[in-house]
């Protein structure tokens, strides 16, 4: 008899989306599964901007510490909340296929400016938590006012609703998979070459106890090998300049179909300083995330 498979994750309506999703991949695979719903420090502190909470990982720690306790046998996580090093004892053991990685700008229709870049009027208050967020929306608007927001997809429109924000930034991955209803707001849709996503934005990442062989081999049976090459170079360039998932960071990387890697990056030294792009096509992925961390860091 087949054991059935522990799943923790934070109790979002995104975090649940993600859970359900891995429940269905692995029921396809005639795996059964159970969710373990865990409240995590990011999810308890409301009140700050993300820059200000101290260390890495605040919406990953206490699931961790559940997996390495093994109250849970698995972990679903948005990749890009991950820190780049697994904490000692657990591995991310396979990832899922990747969602459309853009950022939108989700603007109330009422503060809309057709024909201004964005469609921001002069000196709109936009509203990111995001240190990358920033530094690339003050590179094509530095008129713009930035203000910190915190709360849960559906939580962060309703403050756009009440007129808190003329405008905020969110990942079009979580937009699309709560298949949220935002006909009453004016979406502009960046290009991930031109506003750079996080390091493996629209991706899950499955973490599980390195010693548990059995849920390893489970999981190993989802993983997407493609996203998993992408999302490596992106990773390892974050790793390279020792940045948690507050550094002014964006990195893009797809690949074509002839198998070339194309790789866009945008780095600022903080949200409040010039951001520095650069792009890089290669016909292989061997140090590729080095010569991008050459060209982003002279």
Same mark, same amino acid.
């Given at each position: 008899?087949?054991?059935?498979?522990?799943?923790?994750?934070?109790? /979002?309506?995104?975090?649940?989306?993600?859970?359900?999703?891995?429940?269905?991949?692995?029921?396809? =695979?005639? $795996?059964?599964?159970?969710?373990? =719903?865990?409240?995590?420090?990011?999810?308890?502190? +409301?009140?700050?901007?993300?820059?200000?909470?101290?260390?890495?990982?605040?919406?990953?720690? !206490?699931?961790?510490?559940?997996?390495?306790?093994?109250?849970?046998?698995?972990?679903?996580? /948005?990749?890009?909340?991950?820190?780049?090093?697994?904490?000692?004892?657990?591995?991310?053991?396979?990832?899922?296929?990747?969602?459309?990685?853009?950022?939108?700008?989700?603007? @109330?229709? !009422?503060?809309?400016?057709?024909?201004?870049?964005?469609?921001?009027?002069?000196?709109?208050? $936009?509203?990111?938590?995001?240190?990358?967020?920033?530094?690339?929306?003050?590179?094509?608007?530095?008129?713009?006012?930035?203000?910190?927001?915190?709360?849960?997809?559906?939580? @962060?429109? &309703?403050?756009?609703?009440?007129?808190?924000?003329?405008? =905020?930034?969110? #990942?079009?991955?979580?937009?699309? @998979?709560? !298949?949220?209803?935002?006909? #009453?707001?004016?979406?502009?849709?960046?290009?991930?070459?031109?506003?750079?996503?996080?390091?493996?934005?629209?991706?899950? #990442?499955? +973490?599980?106890?390195?010693?548990?062989?059995?849920? @390893?081999? =489970?999981?190993?049976?989802?993983?997407?090998?493609?996203?998993?090459?992408?999302? &490596?170079? !992106?990773?390892?360039?974050?790793?390279?300049?020792?940045?948690?998932?507050?550094?002014?960071?964006?990195?893009?990387?797809?690949?074509?179909?002839?198998?070339?890697?194309?790789?866009?990056?945008?780095? #600022? /030294?903080?949200?409040?300083?010039?951001?520095?792009?650069?792009?890089? *096509?290669? *016909?292989?992925?061997? +140090?590729?995330?080095?010569?991008?961390?050459?060209?982003?860091? /002279?």
């Amino acid at each position: 008899m087949e054991k059935t498979i522990r799943i923790g994750t934070r109790g /979002s309506k995104l975090a649940l989306w993600q859970a359900h999703f891995t429940q269905d991949q692995l029921k396809a =695979i005639g $795996v059964e599964s159970e969710l373990v =719903i865990i409240k995590t420090r990011g999810d308890q502190i +409301q009140h700050l901007g993300f820059d200000k909470m101290e260390g890495k990982g605040f919406f990953t720690k !206490e699931i961790e510490d559940a997996l390495l306790r093994g109250d849970i046998d698995v972990a679903v996580h /948005s990749m890009k909340d991950l820190p780049t090093q697994s904490p000692e004892g657990l591995v991310i053991t396979a990832v899922s296929y990747r969602e459309n990685p853009a950022d939108w700008l989700v603007v @109330r229709k !009422e503060e809309a400016v057709a024909d201004a870049t964005l469609k921001l009027k002069e000196n709109a208050v $936009v509203g990111t938590s995001s240190a990358r967020r920033k530094a690339q929306l003050l590179h094509f608007r530095p008129d713009i006012q930035l203000k910190d927001i915190r709360g849960n997809v559906p939580t @962060r429109l &309703n403050k756009l609703r009440e007129g808190q924000f003329d405008g =905020i930034v969110l #990942a079009a991955a979580g937009l699309s @998979r709560l !298949e949220m209803d935002l006909s #009453a707001f004016e979406v502009i849709k960046f290009s991930p070459k031109e506003f750079i996503p996080a390091p493996a934005q629209g991706v899950l #990442a499955w +973490q599980t106890n390195e010693k548990d062989i059995a849920t @390893r081999r =489970i999981f190993k049976q989802l993983h997407q090998q493609n996203t998993s090459v992408a999302t &490596n170079i !992106e990773r390892k360039v974050l790793r390279l300049l020792d940045g948690g998932c507050q550094m002014p960071l964006g990195v893009y990387c797809e690949q074509d179909r002839a198998g070339n890697f194309h790789v866009w990056a945008a780095l #600022a /030294s903080a949200w409040d300083q010039p951001l520095k792009t650069t792009r890089l *096509s290669s *016909s292989t992925h061997f +140090q590729l995330a080095e010569q991008i961390f050459e060209q982003i860091k /002279s």
